[in-house]
T-cell receptor, first 116, second 115 residues
Framework: DTGVSQDPRHKITKRGQNVTFRCDPI?????LYWYRQTLGQGPEFLTY????????KSRLLSDRFSAERPKGSFSTLEIQRTEQGDSAMYLC??????????????FGEGSWLTVV | AQSVTQPDIHITVSEGASLELRCNYS??????LFWYVQSPGQGLQLLLK??????LVQGIKGFEAEFKRSQSSFNLRKPSVHWSDAAEYFC?????????????FGTGTRLTIIP
């Protein structure tokens, strides 16, 4: 169990540029989540995948945001035309549904985005 | 809509002293309840969770939490803190019977430990 890994850990980009974050979940986990955390706040739910299907999206996920999980394994979160308000830590997490509801979510260490 | 309130933004305690972090929630039914810890620049680690049954739940690192339905609270406690407990603590709720797929977090309580 290597844990949830995220790449890159830190990204500084100019306003208007596109950025992409990658998340590799724990290998046997079929559920994958993206959260966003701004300074001084708790994480906020963005979206959730079960295998390759994106089952829920928060209204926080504007049209500039897109998340994919093409083969039900790793996931990418892309932000187009970044704005300064996108500066945050983007957390990925994964879990397994094989034990029924309430399985533990394991979080990665996050990807910090700074838009200048 | 569900919400989580952590009224204490920052708490300072002496090493070896007891600790209680407060959490209140607003939800239509009894949700699933969680406490997470986050060290600076790191992701979140689950300390403990409550789904049903015994209202006093034990977690990792010597933490426990008590669910009080009448007060809509889920306070976190530790009898004797260690310097390594310094971190940010988040209370979270999840939809009952849906598990923890979509958690709502509080704004966190930052814990400082003094020698």
């Amino acid at each position: 169990d290597t844990g949830v890994s995220q790449d890159p850990r830190h990204k500084i980009t100019k306003r208007g540029q596109n950025v992409t974050f990658r998340c590799d979940p724990i290998s046997e986990h079929n559920r994958l989540y993206w959260y966003r955390q701004t300074l001084g706040q708790g994480p906020e739910f963005l979206t959730y995948f079960q295998n390759e299907a994106q089952l829920e999206k928060s209204r926080l996920l504007s049209d500039r945001f897109s998340a994919e999980r093409p083969k039900g394994s790793f996931s990418t979160l892309e932000i187009q035309r970044t704005e300064q308000g996108d500066s945050a830590m983007y957390l990925c997490a994964s879990s397994s549904d094989r034990g029924g509801s309430g399985n533990t979510i394991y979080f990665g260490e996050g990807s910090w985005l700074t838009v200048v | 809509a569900q919400s989580v309130t952590q009224p204490d933004i920052h708490i300072t305690v002496s090493e070896g002293a007891s600790l209680e972090l407060r959490c209140n929630y607003s939800y239509g039914a009894t949700p699933y309840l969680f406490w997470y810890v986050q060290s600076p620049g790191q992701g979140l680690q689950l300390l403990l969770k409550y789904f049903s049954g015994d209202t006093l739940v034990q977690g990792i690192k010597g933490f426990e939490a008590e669910f009080k339905r009448s007060q809509s609270s889920f306070n976190l406690r530790k009898p004797s803190v260690h310097w390594s407990d310094a971190a940010e603590y988040f209370c979270a709720v999840g939809p009952p019977n849906f598990g923890n797929e979509k958690l709502t977090f509080g704004t966190g309580t930052r814990l400082t430990i003094i020698p």
